[in-house]
Structures are given as structure tokens and as C-alpha cells.
């Protein structure tokens, strides 16, 4: 019953900023982990950042740690993606997942937003 709809992707210069969100639906998502992945053209989907809901701990990858940001909102609920110094690199379609408690891989995916960095 999870479902995940994102938003926010669009045409941005290098430097700029974008905030992505993913809309939560659900009666189990405050036990899951959030995540973004994305994914460039010939290339593999990667992990960008994730964030448990319940205790925000988060965690990020490499190429994008200092630069992007994950967040969530319990209210909406919406979990973001505030993604600051952008490059081109980062130009990819960008996927919000989210996985269940006890749960190692993440089952539940939004239908992914268009990011584009130009240069």
C-alpha cells in the first residue's frame, strides 16, 4: 500500500540548486527507510542518499555528500531531496524507494523525476 510519487526535476545550470520531494501514501511508511536513487543515461541506477523515517538518521553517497541534503516531512508526509552546487554528473532520472522494516532491499519505487544539469 505504499506508494511514492515524485516531483521537482527540471532544467537547472551548473551551480544551481533543485529540490526534489516524493509524496508518501501509506499506513507503514514511519517505520521504513526513505531513499533516492538515480539513474543516467547508460548507466546503472545508483544510490544517492536515504533517511530512516523515525529517527532521521541519513546517510549519503560519496559524490554527493556537502552537496545534497535528504529530508522528510511528517505532515504531508513528503521526504526531499535538496540538492545544492549541481553538476552535470548529477544529470540523471532520480528515483524515490523506500524499504520496510527488517526489510534489505528496497521494494517500493516512485516513477522517478527527470534531473538535468547543463553546462
Known amino acids: 500500500q505504499v506508494q511514492l510519487v515524485e516531483s521537482g526535476g527540471g532544467l537547472v545550470q551548473a551551480g544551481g540548486s533543485l529540490r526534489l520531494s516524493c509524496a508518501v501514501s501509506?499506513?507503514?511508511?514511519?517505520?521504513?527507510?526513505m531513499a533516492w536513487f538515480r539513474q543516467a543515461p547508460g548507466k546503472e541506477r545508483e544510490f544517492v542518499a536515504r533517511?530512516?523515517?523515525?529517527?532521521?538518521?541519513?546517510s549519503y553517497a560519496d559524490s554527493v555528500k556537502g552537496r545534497f541534503t535528504i529530508s522528510r516531512d511528517n505532515a504531508k508526509p513528503t521526504v526531499y531531496l535538496q540538492m545544492n552546487n549541481l553538476k552535470p554528473e548529477d544529470t540523471a532520472v532520480y528515483y524515490c524507494?523506500?524499504?520496510?522494516?527488517?526489510?534489505?532491499?528496497?521494494?517500493?519505487w516512485g516513477q522517478g523525476t527527470q534531473v538535468t544539469v547543463s553546462s
Open positions: 524507494a523506500a524499504r520496510g522494516l527488517y526489510v534489505l532491499s528496497y521494494d517500493y
Open positions: 501509506g499506513q507503514t511508511f514511519r517505520s521504513y527507510t
Open positions: 533517511i530512516m523515517w523515525s529517527t532521521r538518521s541519513t
